[in-house]
């Protein structure tokens, strides 16, 4: 059985108290250090999200597979200690894994009791809403927090990627057909319907997507990277955090690539 620990508040970050096991930084009691903790067998996820075979594909550019929940119905947040959050969805028999550092995915092992999944020397074994977390950079004690259902192309079918903010209230969406983007702001009082074109990709681990819209008098840049991401507002769990660059204002969010099913 895992240890007990209470429900922490909805953002004790590890900007705060970094740890080890999925990276992180020193503290007082000196954890592990760690840059990859999937160990040095490490393979990346499929480079791109997979194209269907099919018209009802994609045609705007693709999206890298740690974007999306692959088939999983639903995110799952994890508060654990020492103080890190965590970030799963459960497609088939393995298991897709967010932290601040960046993405894991993990194969199902067979075990007696509860679920366990492993990719190198990291291990995340779960029994109901507890969960350890190893690797030979250290251990986490979770606690599952909250549940968020995946966007579906059900609930927007016109997009490959959904992001949205705060404060204020903003939505961004890349469209499926093409190389556009819209982006809503000021509560829904301004919107921009703008082509983009990709100016930065990377893979695995750390995927990250940078993408440049508008004209030299008023550039758009956004950025999306494949890391675990909190509404700063409802707590809800997404694996992308969305920064948009317009102007002199800068929005922050998170957001998921659209799923095929739904």
């Known amino acids: 059985m895992f240890p007990t620990m209470s429900r922490r508040a909805r953002h004790v970050l590890s900007g705060v108290v970094c740890v080890a096991v999925l990276g992180g930084c020193a503290s007082t009691e000196k954890p592990p250090q760690v840059s990859d903790a999937s160990g040095s067998d490490f393979t990346p996820p499929p480079r791109l999200d997979a194209p269907d075979e099919n018209e009802d ?13 692959d088939g999983a119905e639903a995110f799952v947040s ?10 799963s969805a ?22 007696a009791e509860g679920k366990r999944y492993r990719k190198g020397t990291l291990t995340f074994a779960q029994q109901g809403d507890e969960a350890h977390v190893e690797s030979d950079n250290g251990q986490l004690a979770c606690q599952q927090e909250t549940r968020r259902d995946a966007i579906t ?3 927007a079918p016109r997009a490959i990627f959904k ?12 469209d ?9 702001t000021q509560y829904g009082e301004q919107k921009h319907t703008l082509d983009y074109r990709v100016t930065r990709l990377d893979n695995g681990h750390q995927a990250a997507v940078t993408l440049e819209a508008g004209d030299a008098d008023a550039p758009v840049t956004v950025e999306l990277k494949a890391r675990a991401c909190f509404d700063s507002m409802s ?9 948009v660059e317009q102007g002199d204002q800068t929005l922050v969010g998170c957001g998921q690539g659209v799923e095929r099913n739904g």
């Open 57 to 69: 594909a994609p045609k705007s550019p693709l999206l890298p597979s740690a974007f999306f929940a």
């Open 78 to 87: 994890w508060r654990c200690t020492p103080a890190q959050d965590l970030i």
């Open 153 to 155: 192309r059900a609930d």
């Open 176 to 184: 499926r057909e093409t190389p556009q983007l819209t982006l809503i």
């Open 163 to 174: 992001g949205q903010g705060n404060e204020p209230g903003w939505t961004l969406e890349l």
């Open 90 to 111: 459960s497609p088939g028999d393995n298991l897709r894994l967010w932290s601040a550092q960046g993405y894991y995915g993990l194969e199902r092992s067979v075990v």
């Open 235 to 243: 707590g809800k769990p997404y694996p992308v955090r969305v920064r």
